[in-house]
């Protein structure tokens, strides 16, 4: 017994070889490669995009202005900036792994947006006569919105996978992302048009259970890395901005034309706006002398856009958007001041960006929160024609009343929490493999790893070395060797 435990520590053990150059050129073209073929098999242009579009128009009496392209074209750039520009300078936070974090969140979001397509397709829109799946401008923003998930997962492992394992996180993460919003959209009929449940709670779950199946208990090694200096705060404030400013149109990118998609943005603009000063206020009360933390400012402040995703699109009313975002400001701040640290101390779960307290609990409680706005919805609010719209109640469903909309919602959360956690549970074991090119503890949060760095970038000036998204600081001062000429 003592030899098998022992051979199974040195097939685990702590010599890694962190060269992909034959892993990660094999995954990128094997895998692009059998999607050009899957491609080739199933995708066609919906009757929208197709140049039978001509033929349609005449046959339906439309014009060009009543193409989909027209009314979510400009939410898919939104969102598409979101996607590639957000989220990934959100993560060049970390002093020296700003390539890693917006370059490999392009290779994730590359790579993820066609399996998307593929796997989506297959779930919501294959055409069981001729076996295609016909996709469209939608079918792009809904693609983009499966990557979500994937790259919000990146963040609890920003620093600490190959790029090799982030290929596999997003193969197998939008897999079970497109499982479990079949589950959740289709069989419980939940409506979820900004993903508090299918994106944020089933991604940062998914990411913290990897994260935590990828326990690295000597990650101290790396320490000095892992924090950020006053640019690289910089860059990922411009993430939290564009993120901050789009917002309102992830939430209301495939709500229907309307009185929906018009209440989702408004919503989503309310809460977010409210999430910012209650960011400030409890980050400035963390400490003696109320300095702000920039960490909470970069990240607590989008608490707000997440916790309305499911709700957005219901009568929540305006003050009720501003509640949402009050406490889920207060909540988010306090995660990354208690909670992250309680959760590295004594369940050994690192969570790098802190996503836990960004997106899978606001998450949750948005999944919660639309459960109850669903199980409180009447008639005398939504009119009887309003509640059929906002509730999609036809069909199978055209006897569903609001109390039992609000149950499934509440089922719908759970089923997102529980794939997170069980999927993510599995890929971590997979991703134990020494296979991927993974770095040593001691060699994490640093590009030079799988990247050509520029040689004035490989000093670490110690007087920036000032700030760690992984502990809650203490006020600490080091002291520098510096002369200072007389003149």
Known sequence: MGNCCERAGNFFGPQKNTNVRVSLPAVCFVWQIAMIVLFGVFIRYDEESDAHWVVYKKDHNVTDIENDFYFR??????????????????????????????????????????????????FHSLDHTTGK????????????????????AYGALLGKVSPVQLMVV?????????????????????????GSMVIHAFGGYYGLAISWVLYRPNLNQSKRLNGSVYHSDMFAMI???F??????????????HGDGQHRAAINTYI??????????????????GGKLDMVHIQNATLAGGVAMGTAAEFMITPYGSLIVGFCCGIISTFGYLFITPFLEKYLKLQDTCGVHNLHAVPGMLGGFIGAIVAAAADESVYSKEGLINVFDFEGDFANRSPGTQGGFQAAGTCVSIAFGLVGGAIVGFILKFPIWGDPADDNCFDDEVYWEVPEDEETIPPVLEYNNHMIHKHQEISESNFSVEQS
């Open 170 to 194: 997003t193969l197998f993460g939008v897999t079970l992302f497109a499982v479990e919003e079949y589950i959740i959209l289709d069989l419980l009929h939940c409506r979820d048009a900004g």
């Open 73 to 122: 074209y400009p939410s898919f750039q939104d969102v598409h900036v979101m996607i590639f520009v957000g989220f990934g300078f959100l993560m060049t936070f970390l002093k020296r792994y700003s390539f890693g974090g917006v370059g490999f969140n392009f290779l994730i979001a590359a790579f993820g947006l066609q399996w998307a397509l593929l796997m989506q397709g297959w």
């Open 243 to 256: 993120l901050w400013m789009f917002w309102p149109s992830f939430n209301s990118a495939i709500t229907d």
């Open 271 to 288: 809460a977010l706006a409210s999430s910012v000063l209650t960011t400030v206020a409890i980050s400035s009360m963390s400490q003696k």
């Open 133 to 152: 799946i016909y996709i469209g401008v939608e079918s792009l923003i809904n693609a983009d919105f499966c990557c979500a998930g994937s790259l919000i």
């Open 239 to 241: 993430g939290t901005l």
